[in-house]
């Protein structure tokens, strides 16, 4: 595999490679979220093959060869593809149920439906899921999968396969559940796996699918559910696992203060305490809500560098609380933005969470708690240095991956608004008129180039019918 293209540090170009076939988009706002979030009000892009070769101040270079399509960006903004670090696609098959109820409440309701899952649905979850996100500017998704009934199928298979036909960068993660009711846990007793089954099946997942190259379509990780569905011995084993194989780590964590006085009644401390004395914090770690957290929790993920993947409507869905994202970000700890499963945010997309954190943190820390360059950062390179990825993608600059997005801000929705980035995070959803993964369109003209939309939503329909008659049935 080939090292990224070198940087020239004057001219914000890579070195020209003459054999390769280039993208030039020109005339467009730029927001290219690098370290000095240097922005072009007029600017381009130059994408060769999968990497982004070029991007500046005023048009592409001239004398460019190879150049099979150049796009005219007039009213456009381009920004670094949005970065998923959490999310439960399976769930896209029970929106809109438990529609008053907080996290526990929630997961005993939806538990014995969601135990009846199989391969077929999980394939048109992911789908859906998939589908939601890549529309509205998503290049790289991740989900926390750790439902998986005896019998069920390939269910992590179907999430890859739905990946790979949209066209979306993947970071699934193999999740697992071991403490059951009789255990002392949420989950009954035939919605989880024994420990050993668990960690079997994720180290099969890890040498079946992860790929650790830098253009990488597809990384795995390891991911028990949470403190209150997981062992402690499951919880320590995988992260041994984790770190012998060399991938990444994600859980749940400090979601409501019932997880709080859950982990003080069984293990005599709070969650953070727990999960760093089962080897679970670290540079390799992020978490997901991180809702509950005091000044001290907030340290020790500074100090270890765990990263936080913040859900806002979620959050807000369930009422779990408002994440101290600022101090997180002060403290120096990393944060993207989760959609979380779409039974807790139904609306399955990430852009509108950047205007939705923005909102929360404001409505919690006053006018000054976030602004919108800093919530376009969470979903953007936020994301990618959650997932580890920040070498790779996340910002826009000569030699990284061109995943990358063209947003629509002269229609009616956006026109009046000066600031292209506070248009897109503070105005309506924008219409994505080009989203690139890996130099390849993924969607034109706000639809999917590699999908037929209603196809996969009457698949999802078929498929969320059949698991209510079914669960229904039981």
């Known amino acids: 595999m080939a090292a990224p293209a070198a940087q020239n540090a004057q001219d914000g170009a890579a070195a020209p490679d003459t054999a390769v076939s280039r993208i030039v988009i020109e005339n467009c706002a730029v927001a290219t979220v690098d370290s000095a979030d240097t922005e072009h009000a007029s600017g381009h892009l130059v994408v060769a093959g999968n990497r982004i070769e070029s991007v500046g101040p005023g048009p592409a270079p001239a004398g460019l060869t190879g150049v099979v399509r150049r796009i005219d960006g007039t009213g456009h903004l381009a920004t ?89 960068r993947f970071s699934p993660t193999r999740g697992s559940m071991d403490r059951g009711e009789s255990d ?43 403190p209150f569905s997981v ?31 859950f982990c003080h009644e069984l293990f005599g401390m709070g969650p953070t305490d727990y999960f760093e004395s089962t080897g679970w914090l670290g540079d390799d770690v992020w978490m997901a809500h991180c809702v509950h957290m005091n000044d001290s929790d907030i340290a020790a993920f500074a100090r270890t560098g765990t990263g936080v993947a913040h859900c806002p409507s979620s959050n807000a869905r369930l009422a779990a609380g408002t994440a101290r994202v600022p101090d997180l970000l002060a403290a120096g700890v990393p944060v ?29 820390g006053g006018e000054r708690a976030m602004n919108a360059r800093q919530a376009l950062r969470l979903g953007t390179y936020g994301g990618a240095q959650v997932l580890g990825r920040a070498a790779e993608t996340g910002s826009l600059e000569p030699g990284k991956l061109a995943d990358l997005v063209l947003w629509k801000l002269d229609g009616i929705g956006h026109s009046s608004i000066a600031d292209p980035v506070a248009a897109l995070v503070f105005g309506a959803a924008a219409p994505v008129t080009l989203s690139l993964v890996n130099g390849r369109p993924v969607v034109e003209d706000s639809r999917l180039t590699n999908a037929d939309e209603d196809d996969i939503a009457r698949h999802a329909r078929t498929e969320a019918r059949r698991l209510a008659r079914i669960a229904a049935a039981d």
């Open 80 to 168: 670094p593809g949005l970065v998923n670090t959490h999310h439960h696609f399976y769930q896209w098959l029970t929106r809109g149920l438990a529609q008053d109820a907080g996290l526990f409440d929630w997961l005993v309701a939806l538990y014995p439906t969601w135990s009846r899952i199989d391969e077929e649905m999980v394939y048109a979850a992911a789908r859906g899921s998939l589908g939601m996100m890549v529309r509205g500017g998503v290049t790289t998704a991740m989900d926390h999968h750790y439902v998986f009934p005896r019998g069920s199928g390939d269910l992590l298979g179907a999430e890859i396969r739905a990946a790979r036909e949209l066209g979306v």
């Open 184 to 226: 002392g846990g949420l989950p009954p007793d035939f919605a989880v796996e024994t420990t050993e089954d668990a960690l079997i099946a994720t180290e099969a997942a890890i040498n079946t699918h992860h790929d650790p190259s830098f253009d990488s379509m597809l990384r795995i990780g390891v991911a028990p559910c949470s």
């Open 336 to 364: 993207g933005l989760g959609v979380d499963g779409t039974a807790s945010n139904e609306s399955g997309e990430l852009h509108t969470e950047l205007r939705n954190a923005l909102l929360i943190h404001r409505l919690a």
């Open 231 to 261: 062992s402690t011995a499951l919880l320590r084993e995988a992260a041994e696992l984790a770190r012998r194989k060399g991938v990444r780590l994600h859980t749940h964590g400090s979601e409501t203060v019932e997880e709080e006085q």
